[in-house]
């Protein structure tokens, strides 16, 4: 069996893309006789979300959330173990034969960190939006703020062979795009997010914090920092080590502790824990634990959250103060939009709304991506030869 091996490589600083036009409908046509599928693809570090429809409808056939790992199975399995012998499998059935898989994460930080497994994610993703192979496959995916042409470069090799053309824009002006209600434009007590807001799109490798102002963003409009819910667990772990030693909790039940109960703020105490070590219940104190780990994100977003709102013009960035908007996995964490939206104001920001972008936030950067596959123009389609 071949061994796979992960290398992180570091995201640079992008050229300025091209202004985006949002308001024309891509062009309806058949390449041949094969029919096109436009995708909306949200490739995350943890989970990544998948829309897909025809170009001539607001339909979505297609709508999946699926884990980002990559399982390859060990070798002298018994047959019959994994159903039709399968040697590669992805996402929730990865997950539940990880006893007889080796088991890779194709992306870290954000970005393609194992370019072989990140191309068998991809290939199994397009059997998902299209199992009959036929199709021309057009599909938006969302980059990192600020990821450099290696970074994109790794996901058109990947791409190639599996979609036909692809655009690649920034994560967060795609969420912004997603969450944009697009029933309530025109409306004169509606504000578009897409107009004039700061988005801050923590995921599980990085938080980027983008300026959104009705076109793709430029590097000067965007901050990505390599901090985000990886980096929180690792926190959590290595504290833990410290303060139970030989606990044997997994990364993954870390995870999931933290999801439960991570808050900024104060430190919370006591924040009881009940948790199987070797077996057995044990009732862990884990308030200052969390509480710390969580703090220290909300200490290096807000830094670049208030050099984002100083390149803003004088003349937006009233409005933008009203329209900071946290999406990703960390919106989840309690408290988070409070205390941000009270530093700025004990910092003399004036009148600062910071606001979560609500439960659906898994979905919105791809909801967004879909969007702007459907309003691409012919010549912004960049062709992937296999």
Not at 222 to 228: E, G, K, R
Not at 265 to 273: F, M, N, S, Y
Not at 306 to 329: C, D, F, H, P
Request: hydrophobic share 40%; glycine share 8%; charged share 25%.
């Amino acid at each position: 069996m071949t061994t796979i091996t992960t290398e992180q490589k570091p995201a640079t600083v992008a050229s300025r893309p091209a202004p985006a036009v949002l308001d024309r409908p891509a062009e309806m046509r058949r390449v041949g006789d094969r029919k096109r599928i436009l995708v909306g693809f949200d490739l995350g570090t943890n989970a990544s979300c998948v829309l897909a429809g025809a170009p001539d409808t607001k339909d979505i056939t297609v709508s999946k959330i699926i884990p980002t790992i990559v399982g390859y199975a060990r070798e002298g399995l018994v047959d019959g173990i994994i159903a039709n012998n399968a040697t590669t499998l992805i996402g929730e059935e990865a997950l539940n034969h990880r006893l007889q898989l080796k088991m890779i994460a194709p992306l870290e930080d954000g970005i393609i960190a194992d370019l072989s497994s990140a191309r068998d994610f991809i290939h199994r993703v397009r059997a998902v939006i299209d199992p009959s192979g036929a199709a021309e496959i057009r599909a938006v995916i969302g980059m990192p703020a600020n990821a450099g042409e290696e970074a994109r470069e790794d996901i058109r090799s990947c791409a190639a062979g599996v979609f036909d053309r692809v655009l690649l824009i920034p994560e967060p002006f795609l969420a912004a795009l997603g969450f944009r209600d697009d029933t309530r434009l025109g409306q004169p007590n509606y504000v578009d997010p897409v107009t004039n807001s700061l988005f801050i799109d923590i995921g599980g490798g990085t938080s980027d914090l983008c300026l959104i102002q009705g076109f793709f963003p430029t590097a000067e409009d965007q901050i990505s920092l390599p901090f985000a819910g990886d980096a929180i667990d690792k926190v959590i772990e290595d504290e833990l080590q410290r303060t139970y030693p030989n606990n044997g909790l997994s990364r993954a039940t870390i995870r999931q502790i933290k999801e439960e109960f991570s808050y900024v703020g104060p430190i919370r105490k006591p924040l009881d824990v009940k948790v199987l070590i070797g077996g057995k219940s044990h009732t862990l104190e884990l308030g200052e634990v969390i509480g710390r780990a969580c703090n220290r994100l909300l200490d290096k977003i807000y830094p670049a959250l208030t050099m984002l709102i100083a390149r803003a013009s004088s003349e937006s960035v009233a409005q933008l103060l009203q329209n900071i908007v946290v999406t990703g996995g960390g919106s989840c964490i309690r408290g988070f939009d409070t205390v941000l939206q009270q530093k700025l104001a004990a910092d003399g920001f004036e009148a600062p709304k910071v606001r979560l972008a609500g439960p659906d936030y898994k979905r919105f950067v791809a909801v967004g991506a879909l969007k702007a596959a459907r309003s691409a123009r012919e010549d912004q389609w960049q062709h992937l030869l296999s």
